[in-house]
């Protein structure tokens, strides 16, 4: 599933990427960037304003879950809000770590991550729901004849390392009748690919990535959504920023949203355009399929904001349904590793008042 919360995995979400959403972004496995992006717009724009620079922690190598970002860059539109966006390159440490450290000023992440770092006492706030609902899924191999929730009981999990997996999975497992009880793995390949080796019995995947590279490669799946499995909706990914942050560089913050925002509307409007620019804004290699990038793109676009009017805008229900399912089964952590003993105010985890049309 893709790089779902970098710091406990040095591979999820690293699948999550491959997908989508690769290898979590687990993508085909796309080597990691070390290097370091600026903005190089398109247009004089701007070129006269004086820039500040503001730096975004990816939570994977790039992807389709960070389109909008690359639309923006590569068209000048940061440069236009008086932003020099240094994009940071996929590290092992989790991007809420970072974020919270104030080593990276935005970063992308999960609900998930978002979640169990601020119950340990991180300074992390979700700014923007990049996908409005969980593309998220368990997936097996058809020919496992492993077909329902309830079969993966007993079964290889090829995980990433968080906290939240087992929880999440179990729910799954349970939903369907079964008991919630599966052995977690570790391979030398990551998620996907270690289920096409057959070195687990199944993983977590991005459909959006993983999904349609499986297809690409004519490998079929069974299918078991998160969301469809008792387990509340929730956003992955999501943009995050810490409150630190914005209190200090608040104008700064909704100037970076604005632009961020353009470019997942474009993207949303011009999903082959948008893979396009994605695929030519990378780091050569990145993308040994660009196909998959394109299909990858169709797929996603319409799923940015949904129902939604505008892209990016979040609601108390999602950010209360998740973080509560995770409290009421003991899963949610505070700084002495310890369940919270109080519900917290899920208002606190995330805001809407950095985008440009604010809860419309």
């Known amino acids: 599933m893709f790089s779902k919360s970098k710091t406990y995995l040095i591979l999820i979400v690293l699948m999550l990427l491959t997908v989508s959403c690769g290898s979590q972004a687990t993508q085909a496995t796309p080597s990691v960037v070390r290097s370091v992006f600026t903005t190089t717009p398109s247009s004089s724009e701007g070129s006269n304003k004086k820039l500040q620079t503001v730096t975004l922690a990816l939570d994977w190598t790039p992807n389709t879950n960070h389109t909008g970002i690359y639309v923006a860059l590569q068209k000048g539109w940061y440069r236009e809000?008086?932003?020099?966006?240094?994009?940071?390159?996929?590290?092992?440490?989790?991007?809420?770590?970072?974020?919270?450290?104030?080593k990276?000023?935005?970063?992308?992440?999960?609900?998930?991550?978002?979640?169990?770092?601020?119950?340990?006492?991180?300074?992390?706030?979700?700014?923007?729901?990049?996908?409005?609902?969980?593309?998220?899924?368990?997936?097996t191999l058809k020919e496992s004849g492993i077909n329902r929730p309830r079969m993966l009981d007993g079964k290889r999990y090829a995980g990433f390392g968080s906290p939240f997996e087992k929880p999440v999975i179990s729910e799954v497992i349970k939903c369907d009748g079964g008991k919630g009880d599966f052995k977690t793995v570790t391979t030398n390949v990551f998620g996907y690919e270690a289920l096409k080796a057959k070195r687990a019995d199944f993983v977590w995947i991005f459909m959006g990535w993983e999904g349609i590279q499986a297809k690409r490669e004519g490998?079929?799946?069974?299918?078991?959504?998160?969301?469809?499995?008792?387990?509340?909706?929730?956003?992955?990914?999501?943009?995050?920023?810490?409150?630190?942050?914005?209190?200090?560089?608040?104008?700064?913050?909704?100037?970076?949203?604005?632009?961020?925002?353009?470019?997942?509307?474009?993207?949303?409007?011009?999903?082959?355009?948008?893979?396009?620019?994605?695929?030519?804004?990378?780091?050569?290699?990145?993308?040994?399929?660009?196909?998959?990038?394109?299909?990858?793109?169709?797929?996603?676009?319409?799923?940015?904001?949904?129902?939604?009017?505008?892209w990016g805008v979040q609601d108390l229900r999602v950010w209360t349904n998740y973080p509560r399912f995770m409290y009421k089964t003991g899963n949610l952590l505070g700084p002495d590793n310890k369940p919270l003993k109080q519900e917290p105010d899920y208002k606190s985890y995330f805001t809407n008042e950095l985008l440009p049309y604010g809860n419309s």
């Open 81 to 102: 809000n008086g932003i020099n966006l240094k994009i940071l390159p996929y590290s092992e440490t989790d991007t809420n770590q970072l974020v919270s450290q104030g």
């Open 219 to 310: 490998l079929k799946l069974n299918v078991f959504y998160i969301k469809d499995y008792c387990v509340p909706d929730y956003y992955t990914p999501v943009i995050i920023t810490s409150r630190k942050f914005l209190d200090r560089s608040h104008d700064l913050a909704k100037r970076f949203m604005e632009a961020t925002a353009r470019g997942y509307e474009y993207a949303i409007k011009h999903p082959d355009d948008s893979a396009k620019i994605l695929i030519q804004a990378a780091p050569k290699g990145t993308f040994p399929d660009p196909g998959l990038v394109v299909e990858s793109q169709r797929w996603l676009s319409p799923r940015y904001k949904a129902e939604k009017k505008h």
């Open 104 to 139: 990276a000023d935005f970063g992308i992440s999960f609900e998930e991550g978002v979640v169990t770092s601020r119950a340990a006492g991180l300074d992390v706030i979700s700014v923007a729901a990049i996908i409005q609902h969980n593309t998220s899924a368990l997936v």
